[in-house]
């Protein structure tokens, strides 16, 4: 392995931890605020974040033909996602959430193997195959009923995949920053026009008696520290691997929001979880 590889991982791995606390701050603002507008306003003030760090480092490598990856990351990773996940999110629970969303391992396997036509080892298809089943214990729960918020939430994650083949293409001439910066200022308006539209005014949750601490908690630890720490990731690691790595945040977000959430598992989200990080290990070793 590489020195940049090594390094990559670290990045990663950090972000991974961090990771861990977003299903817990999404689940309880997507409860607290319209679930639209709070993803928006996160957004615009990591954006805000992000063109400060722009400006101080004095970096700008942005031509035009890197138009439509800008355009195609941003509706992949902030706006569309964002949508479906906090939407599906109150109609579901914390530790579910925390758990479907590792899903974007298996839709990046599905689009790099059937569809990119990658070849990958064995080893990762049985390793995606402990993540599908620890996926079907946690959406059926020992029924056939299917939830709409975790569709939701699957539906949601199934576009990352795309998100991070664009935003891989921008890190060829751009450096995190400025990456981060283009994803959050478009992916903020674009989720502010959705949501005047679906959500109503965008001043009424201004009045609402809600968590506000929670907005740039989730905008600033999140969109920004493990963000930047992500991209930083990405750009000396295979989409695959650095993917495969960071899913492993359900063992921090189960924990997290069993404590402070004060969820307690079913016996089905614990085989789940468990079955989760059996396929993680097999897919990372790490």
């Known amino acids: 392995m590489s020195r940049e590889e090594r390094v990559g991982q670290r990045f990663v791995l950090v972000s991974m931890m961090i990771e861990g606390i977003y299903p817990a701050l999404v689940h309880v603002g997507s409860l607290a605020f319209p679930p639209i507008w709070f993803a928006a306003m996160c957004t615009m003030l990591s954006a805000i974040v992000h063109c400060a760090l722009v400006i101080y480092r004095g970096r700008w490598n942005f031509t035009w033909k890197l138009f439509w990856p800008w355009v195609g990351m941003t509706l992949f990773v902030p706006v569309i996602p964002a949508i479906f996940i906090f939407l599906g999110t109150r109609l579901s629970t914390g530790i579910n959430t925390t758990l479907l969303l590792q899903t974007e391992l298996l839709a990046a396997i599905i689009v790099f193997s059937f569809i990119i036509r990658e070849k990958l080892p064995l080893r990762q298809y049985v390793g995606a195959a402990f993540v599908l089943i620890g996926t079907l214990l946690v959406l059926f729960q020992g029924t056939l009923e299917?939830?709409?918020?975790?569709?939701?939430?699957?539906?949601?994650?199934?576009?990352?995949?795309w998100g991070n083949i664009c935003a891989k293409k921008l890190l060829k001439t751009l450096d995190p920053f400025q990456t981060m910066f283009l994803r959050a200022s478009l992916g903020g308006i674009l989720l502010l026009l959705v949501s005047c539209i679906v959500e109503g005014s965008p001043f009424v949750p201004l009045s609402m008696q809600g968590p506000f601490w929670i907005i740039p908690t989730y905008a600033l630890v999140v969109l920004v520290g493990s963000k930047l720490l992500w991209y930083a990731g990405l750009r000396y690691l295979p989409i695959l691997k650095a993917t495969s790595m960071i899913v492993a945040f359900p063992i921090v977000g189960f924990f997290v929001a069993a404590v402070f959430l004060h969820e307690i598992p079913t016996m089905f989200q614990i085989a789940g979880f468990v079955s989760t990080v059996c396929g993680l290990f097999l897919l990372t070793r790490v």
């Not at 299917?146 to 995949?161: E, K, W």
């Open 146 to 161: 299917l939830r709409t918020g975790d569709l939701l939430i699957l539906l949601g994650v199934s576009f990352y995949p």
